[in-house]
């Protein structure tokens, strides 16, 4: 099954959209069923999680960290990741260029918009977002290529249109900006639900979980 929706993904989406499958709680082996489908990217949310099956999947693919960073797991983290989505801060964007300093490496990033603006989520809010970009490019371990974000929860994916269309302004936006590290290249949003909403809105790339693998089974 996981191999057919993939490839209907694949044949849906067409060569300009990337898709990164969102693999948090799955098998190795359903995640390799999704590589051997042609998935060339996972996003992970759990750098634990993301050590138990690094082994197993190894670097034929890319690995985008997807989950919301810790401090004190960022230097696994810089191990272990391609790219990481979810930069929200300058503080953990500085810890991100120290371990990337320490490993001689440049680590490309996206900066998480919260979009709806929610408490609860993480993100940072679409006004601050170019400030935080303009520091944040000054780090030379960090290469700014995108931007991120979730919206808000809807069983609707029409209600996250309007957060969408928020953040593909500010990618447009800043897109232009001659800013040292960064080149805005990639706008990720839109999951199993929303992914087409989120590329009538600009995408260019969707994280996708259900759709390829199924129902995640949780235990609560
Ligand atoms: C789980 C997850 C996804 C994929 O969600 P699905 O609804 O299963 O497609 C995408 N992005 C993030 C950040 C996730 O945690």
Redesign the pocket.
Known sequence: MIKENVQKLFAQLGPTVKI?A?V?ARSVNEILEAIDAGIEII?E?YVKEAEGIYQAIGKKVKWHF??NLQKNKVKKAVELFDLI??VDSFAIAKEIDTCAASLNKIIPVFVEINSAKEKSKFGVLPEQAEELINEISRLPHLKVMGL?T?GPYSSNPEDLRPYFALTKNIFEKLKPLNLTNMQMLYL?M??????KVAIEEGANM????????GA?HNSC
């Not at 839109?190 to 992914?195: A, I, Q």
């Open positions: 990164v969102a948090k996003g949310n997807i989950g989505e979810t991120m979730m990720s839109g999951m199993s639900d929303s992914y969707v994280r996708i979980g259900t759709r390829i693998f995640r």
